[in-house]
């Protein structure tokens, strides 16, 4: 099986490709923040408000293009709270629209496939009539919650891998 690293959480200099992107961007007051464990993991947390029709909180990571031959799907290695999230990933980060795929975590260490075929186009939550993920090329992958609830959420990241 051979396998393209995309993330793997060894070094401090990692954040810097990270940014959060929350709901204030649409008037929300969602808060987050994303910090490097001593376990090599990255942790993305926060709280998650209805104020102001607001409702959820990501992290990206922007990258120059990869181009993408016969990989079928992505594993992730994180820990979770027992809440959804979803992964997320663009062909060319000025996309308006991304594919996602949600996932449930648990409070071990899991590791989930997901596979282009199943990553969906949505924008705000609709979703598009267009083809799913093609797997031709990538330039950006992102974390989402948003479960429509008030709460707290924590997941750890250690690895994201593109499979063949």
Avoid at 21 to 27: A, P, R
Wanted: aromatic letters at 12%; charged letters at 20%.
């Amino acid at each position: 099986m051979n396998s393209t690293q995309i993330f793997i959480g060894t070094s401090q200099d990692n954040l810097s490709n990270w940014k959060i992107i929350n709901d204030g961007v649409m008037g929300g007051v969602s808060k987050s923040s994303f910090s490097h464990n001593p376990d090599s993991s990255l942790t993305f947390k926060g709280n998650i408000s209805l104020e102001n029709n607001g409702g959820f909180c990501s992290v990206q990571m922007v990258f120059k293009t990869l181009i993408l031959n016969h990989e079928k799907y992505f594993s992730l290695h994180l820990k979770g709270d027992g809440k959804k999230y979803q992964f997320r990933v663009k062909s060319h980060s000025t996309d308006d629209y991304s594919y996602c795929y949600e996932f449930q975590t648990t409070s071990d260490w899991q590791t989930i496939q997901v596979p282009f075929s199943q990553m969906q186009p949505a924008f705000r939550g609709k979703k598009l009539d267009i083809p799913n993920f093609d797997g031709s090329q990538l330039e950006q992958i992102a974390f989402l919650i948003g479960n429509k609830k008030v709460e707290f959420f924590e997941l750890c990241i250690k690895t994201i891998k593109i499979i063949k």
